[in-house]
């Protein structure tokens, strides 16, 4: 029984000195590493991954203004991310957003105003399902 009692203290002391040790990251960025600046994502999943794409909108006209109108959305890049990946990039992107709403207050957000003639309630989303 005593060797029990030694034989587990001395267990948890090795872990506790595995515990202890820092493990210390250095960030490289490659010679052909860029930034972007991106207004959107879209993406989805599949059981396998996470797909987000970043996108910038460039307006165009056609004709007279009643005409219609295309914006040409330009993705930048794609992110492909494990689903483990994926749920800490939303923590991350939680802890963050709270950190930043407890300094400058909350984001607004930019929704459009349905009409009154349609009492279609407006998905306040992206609709990010499927890949891109």
Do not use: C
């Amino acid at each position: 029984m005593a060797e029990d009692v030694e034989s587990r203290e001395n267990i948890e002391r090795e872990a506790s000195k595995k515990a202890s040790k820092s493990i210390a990251i250095e960030f490289i960025k490659p010679e052909n590493f860029r930034q972007i600046y991106a207004i959107g994502a879209a993406g989805g999943h599949s059981p396998y991954d996470f797909r987000i794409g970043f996108y910038n909108d460039t307006p165009k006209m056609f004709g007279d203004a009643s005409e219609s109108r295309v914006i040409q959305r330009r993705v930048e890049t794609e992110v492909i991310l494990s689903p483990v990946a994926a749920l800490e990039l939303s923590r991350w992107l939680t802890q963050h957003i709270n950190e930043y709403e407890s300094v400058f207050g909350p984001i607004a957000r930019a929704i459009p105003r349905p009409r009154k003639e349609s009492a279609k309630p407006i998905d306040e989303s992206t609709d990010i399902q499927g890949y891109i």
